[in-house]
């Protein structure tokens, strides 16, 4: 049963990291630390290490079969990309010292504070630059971004989010989307230049998870571990994720705007919901 609900979720997350850029992040841990109950407090840090896993896999295929043209808005931005992996593998450090009870909270509350915000603050679910017949392999954004329309993501930003997005493991579309949403980007482009960024956040936080072992107070003898991740859940995940990237990605669905900011919107609210019994238990 818990395979069956893992490979539903992959698909889930195969479909949200194509159309939101969630390479499976915040989507898989809910569904991980359920799996993994076993583990007591500890299922939360092992959500979040598989969670990271599943997220290099599915932003970098979901990268490589991104068409040239749009991610031409990243050039110049490797100095993000730098502060990005940097924020990442201190993030990932410190999900291996931090009481896990927190960090469920945490979670939860970022998710919840996100969706607020994308609600009350002007520039996400119209911003200047939409237009809801651009299809996501347009060219436009990209040609917009060399006119001086939509901006890049200050480099700044990159060692926080990636901070941020590792320890937590929502993953790292969850701040750059509204981010580059506000810089002017489509939804269509925001969340198509959020994998090769998330990428850059899971790869390093990956790494850390992997490498070594932390003490684990619940530790269950019938859930093998590799470091601090399941590599039984994160197979099942991405069995069901990477197929429906492969489909998705050759023929991306046509969503107006505006209606694709507030998917975006309903499925944070959706995930922080969800994620709250698991942080009272």
Known sequence: ME??????????????TVLFGFGGGFVAVPVVVWAD?????????????????????????????????????????GRLLLLLAAGAVAGALGTRVAPPAP??????TYVALTVVDLLLRPGFRSPRTADSSRSPDSSRAADAADAGGPRPLPAVFGAPIGALAAFLGVGGSVLTVPAMRRA?????????????????IALPAAAVSLGGSAPLSGADAHIPLVGLIDPVAAGALLLGALPVIAVLRRR??????????????????????????????
Not at 262 to 277: F, K
């Open 3 to 16: 395979t069956v609900a893992l490979l539903g979720i992959g698909l889930l997350t195969g479909v949200t």
């Open 37 to 77: 109950a076993a583990l007591g407090a500890d299922a939360m840090r092992v959500a979040t290490a598989t969670s990271t896993l599943v997220m290099v896999v599915n932003a970098g295929f979901a990268t490589a079969v991104t068409p040239r043209r749009v991610l031409r808005a990243l050039r110049g931005s």
């Open 103 to 108: 960090v469920r909270w945490a979670f939860v």
């Open 184 to 200: 002017g980007h489509t939804m269509h482009a925001a969340t198509a230049l959020a994998n090769p960024l998330t990428l850059a």
């Open 252 to 281: 991306p669905p046509r969503i107006p705007d505006r209606v694709y900011a507030w998917a975006y919107i309903g499925l944070l609210a959706t995930v922080a919901v969800a994620m709250v019994p698991t942080a009272w238990a």
